[in-house]
């Protein structure tokens, strides 16, 4: 099996930044496609950012483009989340998943079938 963690969490204040990293490890082998969604306290998951297999492209929800950076390193099997001009909206549980699917970025729940246990990210106003 493939095991997902996420790391980086906290609280900061607003206007203040984030580096969330997503590490695969287990029975890993070739490229991943990953992305981050995140689920805010009694709201539905919602994608985020993700990135093709060998990094080459990348898809940013609206609400966080100019604002969030999505970067991957294929050596070691981990994505990273820059969150730069964090705002209280952004408060939310952020994911990371993964899948070998080929083409441009997949934005659906569904699409994923390697899942993390997610980490807490709290901006205060």
């Known amino acids: 099996q493939v095991q997902v963690e996420e790391r980086g969490g906290g609280s900061v204040p607003a206007g203040g930044s984030l580096r969330l990293s997503c590490a695969l490890s287990?029975?890993?082998?070739?490229?991943?496609?990953m992305a981050w969604f995140r689920q805010p306290l009694g709201k539905e998951r919602e994608f985020v950012a993700g990135i093709t297999r060998i990094g080459r492209d990348t898809k940013y929800a609206y609400s966080v483009k100019g604002r969030f950076t999505i970067s991957k390193d294929n050596a070691k099997d981990t994505a990273f989340l820059q969150m730069n001009s964090l705002e209280p909206e952004d408060t939310a549980v952020y994911y990371c998943?993964?899948?070998?699917?080929?083409?441009?970025?997949?934005?659906?729940?569904?699409?994923?079938?390697?899942w993390g246990q997610g980490t807490q990210v709290t901006v205060s106003s």
């Open positions: 998943a993964a899948n070998q699917l080929p083409g441009t970025v997949r934005i659906r729940i569904q699409d994923y079938n390697y």
């Open positions: 287990g029975r890993t082998y070739g490229n991943y496609a």
